[in-house]
């Protein structure tokens, strides 16, 4: 079983920053690959960005490319994800999650893919 836990969300002003960790246990994590996802008020959760360790490699959806980037230390199994110029549209619930497959080496954006879900943090951005 794998356990994540989000922190670092808050309340923030449009144009600011924060910075979510993802801090990853268990003995089934197995540096599994970490994927953030958000879910907005009466929205579909979504996509937000992904990292693989064994691979080395990250993905971001399209929609905060060049705003946001994800990043990890592998030696405490925690992802963070570096969100700057934050918009009004990117209040939401962001929640980290492990990857079904330990060896996946390019990071997948599917939600079914990914089979271990935090708690989740809120975001809140005002304009």
């Known amino acids: 079983q794998v356990q994540l836990v989000e922190s670092g969300g808050g309340l923030v002003q449009a144009g600011g920053s924060l910075r979510l960790s993802c801090a990853a246990s268990?003995?089934?994590?197995?540096?599994?690959?970490l994927g953030w996802f958000r879910q907005a008020p009466g929205k579909e959760r979504e996509f937000v960005a992904a990292?693989?360790?064994?691979?080395?490699?990250?993905v971001s959806a399209d929609s905060v490319k060049g705003r946001f980037s994800i990043s990890g230390d592998n030696a405490v199994n925690t992802a963070y994800l570096q969100m700057n110029s934050l918009k009004p549209e990117d209040t939401a619930v962001y929640y980290c999650?492990?990857?079904?497959?330990?060896?996946?080496?390019?990071?997948?954006?599917?939600?079914?893919?990914?089979?271990?879900w935090g708690p989740g943090t809120q975001v809140t951005v005002s304009s």
């Open positions: 268990g003995r089934a994590f197995n540096s599994r690959p």
């Open positions: 999650a492990a990857d079904r497959s330990p060896w996946r080496l390019v990071p997948t954006t599917t939600q079914t893919d990914y089979d271990s």
């Open positions: 990292i693989s360790w064994h691979g080395g490699r990250t």
